[in-house]
Nanobody, 127 residues
């Protein structure tokens, strides 16, 4: 079992940056994090949860939704059992609750069927 806890959310102005972090814990996390694909989703008020970014099991490949390409960067630190999302040039439309997720599959990580989810952290970008 893997537990995920997000941090780093907050209120910023348009154009500013935030760095979200997701810490993984659990009895087997040290052994399994290297084998897990990790990702980030977000959900804005009144909208469905949407895929934002993902990093493959080994960390060799990443994927982003079009609206954040060039602005967001996902990274994984297996030694610290964390996955981060660096968000630059933030826009009001990035306002949402951001969720970290994890799964054994680099394909499933981009869907709502991922096995593990955090509780979310609020990001608000004012205009």
């Amino acid at each position: 079992q893997v537990q995920l806890v997000e941090s780093g959310g907050g209120l910023v102005q348009t154009g500013e940056s935030l760095r979200l972090s997701c810490a993984a814990s659990g009895r087997t996390v040290t052994r399994t994090l290297r084998g897990l694909a990790m990702g980030w989703f977000r959900q804005a008020p009144g909208k469905e949860r949407e895929f934002v970014a993902a990093i493959s099991n080994g960390g060799e490949s990443t994927d982003y939704t079009d609206s954040v390409k060039g602005r967001f960067t996902i990274s994984k630190d297996n030694a610290k059992n964390t996955v981060d999302l660096q968000m630059n040039s933030l826009k009001p439309e990035d306002t949402a609750v951001y969720y970290c997720n994890a799964d054994l599959s680099s394909r499933v990580i981009k869907t709502s069927r991922a096995a593990y989810w955090g509780q979310g952290t609020q990001v608000t970008v004012s205009s």
